[in-house]
């Protein structure tokens, strides 16, 4: 049983992240990534499977990750120690498969939060102390895709933050989870979107080959809602410039480019990149290399291996069973 004279990390998280509005310079993104981070670590603490993701902004997944964390243990800030940080910078690396970029942010978050515990004489001992920085490599900067609390973080943000957050949230959805190349996304068509399959009709490559590309539930619901929300109802493109008109490469490449800028990802992120990121999580989820073939759209002449045709019912099966963008 704690006192009333010992604080807890709930309520030191509070009073940090206040303390970050008032008094930092740091911007809301910033602020915003401490507060998730920390809340990783206290449900690391408490013991609770940390895997739940409010990727889909669901009003009753919203309401369980709330009453989850509402149900927490409390926690006293004085009894944390190192060798706890250090076991939960090894689970974000070993189980949530964190790159470098991502274990140094959340240290930097860690070392913020105990700096001001120790500013407020709210413990006596920094636990960070021996706790270094994760040592990135330069090259590393150029690494192929974002990992799952990477893609959470751009969501959620795109959600809460961005200036248009439903065509943010259809537009990177279909890279990220649809694997679509930029030019493919660019001239979709509000026609090639077939809600009652859970499909989006890409044409690409020399003479406009089509595949059908099984998309998640919820991707279904960024495109239905951003299709009752966006400016021009009536255009045939899916994504518009402000003339109405198909939204250029260009736009398309920026949109992209700036969120990652303003959540504070890798700044070597681009549209392509997502599109690896997309294969990335099918791959991690175990789905067979033909599959991913077929639902990238991959038709290398090069490569020793016989392309095996996979039929478009077995992929959605697939897609559907495995759910590879469950990002839990």
Known sequence: MRTASK?????????????????????????????RDLMLFYRFLAGVDDTLTLTSRKPELLRAQQELDDSLPDILVSEITHHQIRAFL???QDVRNN???????????????????????????????????????????LRKHLDRDDVDQLLQYIHTRSKQPAR???LVSLLLFGGLRISELINLRVSDVRFGENFVRVLHGKGNKQRLVPLPDRVMSYLRTYLQEREFPEAPYLFTDRNGNRLSRSSAYYIVKRLVKEVGLDSEISPHKLRHTCATLLLEAGIDLRYIQEFLGHSDISTTQIYTHVSRVKLRQVIEEKDPFDLG
């Open 90 to 92: 090894i689970h974000c």
């Open 99 to 141: 790159s470098k970029y991502a274990l140094a942010r959340k240290v930097s978050a860690l070392k913020a939060f105990f700096s001001f515990l120790m500013r407020d004489d709210l413990i006596e001992v920094d636990p960070m102390e021996r706790i270094g920085r994760p040592k990135v490599n330069p090259k590393d900067a």
């Open 168 to 170: 943010n949230l259809a």
């Open 7 to 35: 604080p807890t990390f709930r309520e030191c998280l509070r009073n940090f992240i206040d303390d970050l509005r008032l008094g930092s310079d740091k911007s809301p993104s910033t602020i915003e990534n401490y507060e």
